[in-house]
C-alpha cells in the first residue's frame, strides 16, 4: 500500500465512450502527476499538478482532461479516445521540493475498443 | 535537459546470482538519481535514492547502487537474486537536478530469474 489509490483497476471503453479516471492520495502531498505506460515505451508523463494548479501538460490531446479539485484527488476525463490510447495510467504524488520522490498508484488498464 | 540511458532492456538471471542492471545518466548538474520497481499489474515502487550524500546507496530488499560522477553511471545490484525479484526495474533522475523539476525515466529493464 502506497498511499495512493486508483479506481478504476481495469476499464475497457468503446470509442465513443466518457469514463473517468480516479486518484486519491493519503500522504498529504502537495504534487499530482498522470502518467501513460505503454508496452516498449518509456513512462510518459502527461499532466503535473501543484497545490491544485496544472504547471504542465505535456501536449497531450484534447480527449484527455485533467481535473484536479484539491491536493489530495486528481481525475482523468476520458472521451472520443482511440484504440492506441490502450495502455496503463499511472497516478503519483510528491511532496514539492523534497528530494522529489514520486509515490505511485497500482494503475487503471484501460482498453479502448 | 538530464536523461538517463538503461543498457538492456532483459537481463535474465539465475537464482542466487549476482544481478546487475546498469543505468548511465546525462546531468549538466548535480544529479538526484532513483531506482524504482514495477512488479506485475502494481504501480512503481522506489527502491533506493542518491541524493548527494553518500555514493553507495542501500535500498529495499537487498539492493544498493553506486553513484559514479567519473562513468555518469548509477548501476544496481544485489548479491544473490530471488525469484521474487522478477520485475521491471526504472531509473529516473531529476529533469534540473536536485530535487527540482519533473522525474525523467529511463525505458526500464525487465529482470527474469530462472531457478
Known amino acids: 500500500e502506497t498511499g495512493v489509490t486508483q479506481t478504476p483497476r481495469h476499464l475497457v471503453m468503446g470509442m465513443t465512450n466518457k469514463k473517468s479516471l480516479k486518484c486519491e492520495q493519503h500522504l498529504g502531498h502537495n504534487a499530482m502527476y498522470w502518467y501513460k505506460q505503454s508496452a516498449k515505451k518509456p513512462l510518459e508523463l502527461m499532466f503535473v499538478y501543484n497545490f491544485k494548479e496544472q504547471t504542465e501538460n505535456n501536449s497531450v490531446p484534447s480527449r484527455f482532461s485533467p481535473e484536479c479539485p484539491n491536493s489530495s484527488h486528481l481525475f482523468l476525463h476520458l472521451h472520443t479516445l482511440q484504440p492506441e490510447d490502450s495502455a496503463l495510467y499511472l497516478c503519483?504524488?510528491?511532496?514539492?521540493?523534497?528530494?522529489?520522490?514520486?509515490?505511485f498508484g497500482a494503475g487503471t488498464r484501460l482498453s479502448v475498443l | 535537459a538530464q536523461s538517463v540511458t538503461q543498457l538492456g532492456s532483459h537481463v535474465s538471471v539465475s537464482e542466487g546470482a549476482l544481478v546487475l542492471l546498469r543505468c548511465n545518466y546525462s546531468?549538466?548538474?548535480?544529479?538526484?538519481l532513483f531506482w524504482y520497481v514495477q512488479y506485475p499489474n502494481q504501480g512503481l515502487q522506489l527502491l533506493l535514492k542518491?541524493?548527494?550524500?553518500?555514493?553507495l546507496v542501500k535500498g529495499i530488499n537487498g539492493f544498493e547502487a553506486e553513484f559514479k560522477k567519473s562513468e555518469t553511471s548509477f548501476h544496481l545490484t544485489k548479491p544473490s537474486a530471488h525469484m521474487s525479484d522478477a520485475a521491471e526495474y526504472f531509473c529516473a533522475v531529476s529533469e534540473y537536478g536536485g530535487s527540482q523539476g519533473n522525474l525523467i525515466f529511463g525505458k526500464g529493464t525487465k529482470l527474469s530469474v530462472k531457478p
Open positions: 546531468s549538466s548538474v548535480p544529479p538526484y
Open positions: 503519483a504524488s510528491s511532496q514539492e521540493r523534497v528530494e522529489n520522490i514520486q509515490y
Open positions: 542518491y541524493t548527494s550524500a553518500a555514493t
